[in-house]
């Protein structure tokens, strides 16, 4: 049984590949937890010059300057155990993204006022349960329970339509920084029903960027002869002057893009320059959004539903601010795109209307999700010239409803079997290698003749979305259950209590959080008392939104150059420590005014000393 919410409240998480957002329900009302500020916590993490961890928009700003040191984008590596470097050490996806959500976690307790333990986390419909198991094992790592992982775009249908009694049918498009998804939803009568879900886990914002910087970098090795991508601190920062035109070109016809000194051409610096024109960048980015209708499309067939039978089409995800976007839904639905909810914010605030609904709460619709894959076994279908024909068996179909159980029977193969493996896939294809493995475990076997030849696999799907395998023969009480034979779960196993201890020691830091009062409007309860939990310690340098919003750079600019001072002499040198003491003397007068322009002249000094 759960606590009540009173005593230990629920929040909402949008662990994003771009950015992330924490949320809770207070007062009846969802709210997004900010912090100076700002709602959205870039999904970036890095440990700076000193060693020291950091989160956030600190990582973010230090990310051209030390890529070998910050890691970003690590929801697309989820699912997976690919190690990652960041400076000396190298973690695991569920770490990265546990070190995203003890943040989050934190922001949450400081403005809540009370330790926050509990969360229910969103991830994209199309992720498959490895990716599900690796969010889960994240939010262990970051000290929380989850109590349910859900849907981002279901997510995003709780906020939108909350309090209507009419039947409608909506589409939920929902295009992110790394992945898409979307949803067919039918509300009626204060019930959310999943019709449908279909996506693409490498579909996102993130390859929006890369194609514009694609172009703008061959452009520039046409014109140059060099290749701003082989290089990690150009490449940088060639992404991030690309990914600001992205954003620029939402709104203008075309933007310049800029960058002095991003290369060297025979002791010479070379400046980036090229203007490009929102009609260039939508004729290059036009194949990845028509993958997105087709997923639109595919959906809609799954749902059994038309076009004309959609009343609203919601946009979710930041990825759908782009003019493209919108112009081919128009087309495709006849609709005009709903955002009535802040695209960003959407996902996180309807993980906030679940949460509390788990603590008790009435404050949404009743949700009615549905699975986004079919699950089966591998099994046996004939005898072929070159021996057994193993195909695909679905257990649970794509589109059913949320949690779901069902039993299959098969036999075993002849009489003197010992032993029968159970092989759990994922997919829609007969062919058994177009699938995705989940994991296989043996079912022994006792006499399996007559009717104890039978073996009877049984599949529970909770809401989660978290699978429960189990496979018995008949007239044997002995049964067995699905053990994942992979790298997650030999970490969750064998390494998650090391994991926990690293990163207990990289969060053991004497900074606070950016909270400020004006974050705090009310309390989680009226008589919570003013503790160290309303203002728990976070590593890094993240003390205000001052420092994080216009600051980190400058302290970037100064950390890299008292780098360099060890590693030139002579007049370079004191060129460095003569500008290192100008910039950190205006950082200490806050004189806005003096600080670009230290920055720029120290930024040209480290480029000509090579650092």
Avoid at 257 to 282: C, H, M, W
Avoid at 380 to 393: C, E, T, Y
Avoid at 557 to 575: P, T
């Amino acid at each position: 049984m759960t606590e009540t919410s009173s005593s230990s409240p629920i929040v909402g998480i949008d662990l994003g590949t771009t950015n992330s957002v924490v949320a809770a329900v207070v007062d009846g009302k969802a709210e997004v937890l900010t912090e100076g500020g700002q709602a959205i916590l870039p999904s970036v993490v890095g440990v700076d010059p000193a060693g020291k961890l950091i989160v956030g928009q600190v990582a973010r700003n230090q990310q051209v300057a030390f890529p070998g040191s910050t890691i970003a984008s690590v929801k697309r590596k989820m699912g997976s155990m690919e190690p990652l470097t960041m400076g000396d050490q190298t973690f695991t996806p569920p770490e990265v993204s546990a070190i995203i959500l003890r943040r989050l976690r934190q922001r949450a307790s400081a403005v809540l006022g009370t330790e926050v333990t509990r969360a229910v986390i969103t991830v994209p419909a199309f992720f498959d349960e490895n990716q599900r198991q690796a969010t889960r094992q994240a939010g262990q790592l970051a000290g929380l329970t989850v109590e349910r992982i859900i849907n981002e775009p279901t997510a995003a249908t709780l906020v939108y339509h909350a309090g209507t009694d009419k039947q409608k049918h909506i589409v939920v498009y929902d295009f992110g920084g790394g992945t898409f998804d979307v949803s067919v939803v039918r509300i009626e009568s204060g019930v959310v029903e999943v019709l449908s879900s279909h996506g693409d886990t490498n579909l996102g914002g993130d390859d929006l960027d890369a194609v514009l910087m694609k172009h703008v970098a061959d452009e520039f090795q046409e014109r140059h002869g060099i290749d701003l991508r082989t290089d990690a601190s150009s490449r940088w920062r060639l992404l991030q002057v690309c990914e600001a035109a992205k954003r620029r070109l939402s709104f203008d016809e075309s933007f310049t893009i800029g960058e002095e000194f991003i290369a060297e051409k025979d002791g010479q610096p070379l400046n980036l320059q090229t203007t490009v024109t929102r009609s260039d960048y939508e004729s290059w980015i036009g194949g990845l959004v028509d993958r997105t209708i087709d997923c639109v499309d595919q959906s809609l067939r799954d749902a059994n539903i038309n076009v004309q039978q959609i009343d609203d089409l919601v946009l979710v995800g930041g990825s759908t601010r782009t003019p493209l976007v919108e112009r081919r839904l128009r087309e495709e639905f006849g609709l005009e795109p709903s955002r009535a909810v802040d695209p960003d914010l959407a996902v996180a605030l309807g993980a906030a209307t679940q949460a509390a609904m788990l603590s008790g709460e009435t404050v949404g619709p009743v949700l009615v999700d549905v699975t986004s894959h079919t699950l089966g076994i591998e099994a046996m279908v004939g005898i072929g010239f070159d021996g057994p024909i193993l195909n695909f068996s679905p257990i649970i179909h794509r589109g059913s409803p949320l949690p779901a159980s069902y039993e299959q029977a098969y036999s075993a193969v002849h009489d003197e079997q010992d032993a029968a493996k159970i092989h759990v896939l994922q997919g829609e294809h007969q062919e058994i290698e177009r699938n995705r493995s989940v994991g296989d475990f043996l079912l022994k076997l006792s006499d399996p003749s007559g009717d104890r030849r039978k073996v009877i696999v049984r599949f529970d799907l909770s809401l989660s979305g978290t699978l429960k395998v189990t496979a018995r023969q008949v007239g044997n009480e002995e049964q067995e259950e699905l053990t994942i034979d992979n790298a997650l779960a030999d970490f969750q196993d064998q390494q998650g209590q090391a994991a926990t201890e690293r990163l207990d020691h990289l969060f053991d830091s004497v900074d606070e959080l950016g909270v400020q009062d004006d974050d705090r409007p009310w309390r989680w309860r009226a008589d919570a008392p003013e503790t160290d939990a309303a203002q728990p310690t976070v590593a890094g340098t993240v003390v205000g939104p001052a420092e994080q919003d216009d600051l980190a750079p400058a302290h970037a600019a100064v950390r890299r150059a008292k780098e360099a001072c060890q590693k030139v002499d002579g007049e370079d040198a004191e060129d460095l420590r003569d500008l290192i003491e100008r910039l950190e003397a205006a950082i200490r007068d806050d004189d806005q005014d003096a600080i670009p322009t230290l920055c720029d002249e120290l930024d040209d000094v480290l480029f000509y000393v090579g650092q």
